[in-house]
């Protein structure tokens, strides 16, 4: 019988998962990494290139530092939703194959033999899911508007968290290796704190790029949008 540590976050250990599970989330994360790069091509590859590896390196330097939760033990960034705010979804999602790649390889902080399904919650579910979500709340309140940016991305970033611990429990209960009842709520119980701490923590690096250098962010505001600032140049 396997001990549930939930301190593990939303990385899986080998050994947690099932043959069929495992084969089912490998293929899964090598067609996103396939067509996240097919994609990155035919967008705005030397942009999203250019910052590709800043962003690598900015969540790599933030995961190494916890923030405390009450219940006695810490989190850290997980970066997704900040990933696919700066590059796009699938810059993002590559960004964070690869700093999930080499925190299992390097650091043992999730099991390799895994990695597909470290990659689905965390680059599908996170990354892609979060984006998502904080698109469709930014550009319903106005894309241009703080309000927008600030909104869709408290919430986008809380819910790739929790989505990616759902998905986490889900495939060890598949597996056999915990109970569904004990799993989710241990999952959930810590990973919706810790996504209060992701929300806050999106949201200051967010709002540093904002005031500094809002032409960085993949959908930018309207105003810095090619066509108007050369109306605008018309203009004077």
Avoid: K
Avoid at 14 to 22: A, F, H, R
Avoid at 39 to 52: A, G, H, K, S
Avoid at 95 to 108: E, G, H, N, R, Y
Avoid at 136 to 144: D, E, K, P, T
């Amino acid at each position: 019988m396997f001990y549930f540590p939930t301190y593990l976050a939303l990385h899986i250990p080998d050994g947690y998962l099932s043959l069929p599970v495992n084969l089912v989330t490998w293929a899964i994360a090598i067609a996103l990494v396939s067509i996240s790069a097919s994609q990155l091509r035919r967008d705005n590859p030397d942009r999203v290139i250019t910052l590709m590896g800043v962003m690598s390196a900015f969540i790599f330097a933030c995961q190494m530092v916890n923030f405390p939760i009450p219940n006695g033990t810490s989190g850290h960034l997980l970066g997704a939703v900040l990933a696919g705010i700066v590059l796009g979804p699938w810059g993002a999602t590559l960004v964070m194959s690869l700093v999930l790649t080499v925190q299992a390889v390097v650091f043992q902080d999730g099991g390799i033999g895994v990695l597909g399904a470290n990659i689905c919650n965390m680059g599908l579910i996170g990354t892609l899911g979060g984006y998502w979500l904080y698109r469709q709340i930014r550009f319903a309140m106005g894309r241009s508007s703080w309000q927008g940016m600030l909104t869709g991305t408290v919430i986008a970033s809380w819910f790739s968290v929790v989505l990616g611990a759902i998905a986490t429990a889900l495939q060890i209960s598949w597996s056999g290796t915990v109970p569904l009842d004990l799993a989710l709520p241990a999952m959930l119980g810590w990973h919706m704190q810790i996504g209060v701490g992701e929300s806050l923590l999106t949201l200051i690096a967010v709002s540093v790029v904002w005031g500094w250098r809002p032409d960085l962010f993949f959908d930018p505001p309207t105003y810095l949008l090619p066509e108007n600032l050369e109306n605008n140049s018309d203009e004077r």
